[in-house]
């Protein structure tokens, strides 16, 4: 278990409809990235945090958002949900400095877009 | 081109072989080399991580990094059953905020 935890573990949604996920960060971590993994695929990265300000996103529209909170647990939130969106949603929590690039992942929140 | 290749597989070996996974990259800007572990509907879990070249031994796992290939490895020693998993790779730049991953290899290991 590496103490990072998501909320829910499963969610259906229909399209057009807007998603908050969840994410508490491993104890001692103040990094927290999500990524979007496909059936089949790799993570693909959507963006980090850091002290509550985003530190750097992928290629991922604005309709995807996040927020950090000052005891670092993160929300990821997607709006105008497309069928595409369906998918495994990673949080990975990190450290600092170089330990920031080693990133531990939680279990994931699989989002169904009908 | 994809920053970071890896054959997705599938691939099946008996019970005690040695498994080699391998990745490779594009993007000589690489530093820290990750591999991990996915069960099947589960987050990955990180097995080991390497900074720069070289080799790290973890038990029955091995990690190698050759940047003047810009070529990764994994070896696991004796599979068991349990190891029947995607193993994905994974690297970053150091300064970059995002791990780059391979597509996983899925490996069955065969009682």
């Known amino acids: 278990e590496t103490g990072v935890t998501q909320s829910p573990t499963h969610l259906i949604k229909t399209r057009g409809q807007q998603v908050t996920l969840r994410c508490s960060s491993q104890?001692?971590?103040?990094?927290v990235s999500w990524y979007q993994q496909a059936l089949g695929q790799g993570p693909q990265f959507i963006f980090q945090?850091?002290?509550?300000?985003?530190?750097g996103r992928g290629n991922f529209p604005p309709r995807f958002s996040g927020l950090q909170f000052p005891n670092y647990s993160s929300e990821l939130n997607v709006n105008a949900l497309e069928l595409d969106d369906s998918a495994l949603y990673l949080c990975?929590?990190?450290?600092?400095?170089?330990?920031?690039?080693?990133?531990?992942f939680g279990a994931g929140t699989r989002l169904s877009v009908l | 081109q994809k920053e970071v290749e890896q054959d997705p597989g599938p691939l099946s070996v008996p019970e005690g072989a040695i498994v080699s996974l391998n990745c490779t990259y594009s993007?000589?800007?690489?530093?820290?080399f990750m591999w991990y572990r996915q069960y099947s509907r589960k987050g990955p879990e990180l097995l080991m991580y390497?900074?720069?070249?070289g080799n790290k031994e973890d038990g029955r796992f091995t990690a190698q990094v050759d940047k003047s290939s810009k070529y990764i490895s994994l070896f696991i020693r004796d599979s068991q059953p349990s190891d029947s998993a995607t193993y994905l790779c994974?690297?970053?730049?150091?300064?970059?905020?995002?791990?780059?991953f391979g597509t996983g290899t899925r490996l069955t290991v065969i009682p």
């Open positions: 945090y850091y002290r509550e300000e985003e530190n």
């Open positions: 104890s001692g971590h103040n990094t």
């Open positions: 994974a690297m970053s730049n150091g300064g970059a905020n995002n791990l780059f």
């Open positions: 390497t900074y720069s070249s």
């Open positions: 993007n000589s800007a690489f530093q820290y």
């Open positions: 990975a929590s990190s450290g600092t400095s170089g330990a920031k690039n080693i990133q531990y």
